[in-house]
């Protein structure tokens, strides 16, 4: 008995020490940015997320009400990298518009952060799965699954980086053993006829 008592203040310590910001760079993305938002308030009730920034590059409808009633700080100008220097958790969770966290990211970040310094990306969920030949043939986008990576790194990356994007492509990274439903692919405008 002693001991579980003992591993359990050892975990709420780890917790305060490893609180997390979460940061989503939106453009025109106030329905799925309300999805992802959702799935974080486990964490913010268990006192993992300290803080949510919302960036944004020019939305032109809601998406600044949405992060405002949410209770997310908004950035308007400076991009990925403003939002970094707000940052207040040494750990950032960099997520896209419309990903939703599985229940169980919690525990599975938490452990992360409490023994790693490597960045690292969840598991995409079994329905979030596109065929084989669908991912080989399409492009890949760097943060689908998400991204987990200490403060200190994303402020060094996010120099040479102009999105969030940028600067979670090409990072060695662990995979959790969380699971995310990655967010679907954004539709681009059609061009007038």
Not at 76 to 89: F, N, P, T, Y
Not at 166 to 180: C, Q, V
Request: charged residues 25%.
């Amino acid at each position: 008995m002693l001991r579980r008592k003992n591993w359990r203040y050892a975990r709420l310590s780890a917790i305060r020490l490893n609180m997390l910001s979460v940061l989503i760079e939106t453009r025109n993305d106030e329905e799925a940015l309300a999805r992802t938002l959702g799935s974080l308030i486990g964490g913010a009730v268990e006192g993992v997320v300290r803080d949510v920034i919302v960036c944004d590059t020019g939305s032109t409808d809601q998406t600044h009400h949405v992060a405002e009633h949410a209770g997310c700080h908004y950035v308007a100008s400076g991009g990925i990298a403003a939002g970094i220097r707000q940052a207040k958790g040494d750990w950032l969770l960099l997520l896209e518009p419309g990903a939703r966290l599985v229940e169980g990211w919690i525990d599975a970040v938490v452990a992360h952060t409490a023994r790693q310094t490597m960045a690292a990306r969840f598991s995409r969920a079994r329905g979030s799965r596109a065929p084989f030949l669908a991912r080989v043939f399409s492009g890949n986008r760097a943060l689908a699954d998400g991204l987990v990576i200490s403060k200190r790194q994303a402020a060094s990356l996010s120099k040479n980086a102009g999105s969030a994007e940028a600067l979670a492509r090409g990072l060695a990274t662990k995979k959790l053993e969380a699971e995310i439903w990655v967010a679907p692919p954004k539709q681009q405008p059609r061009a007038p006829k």
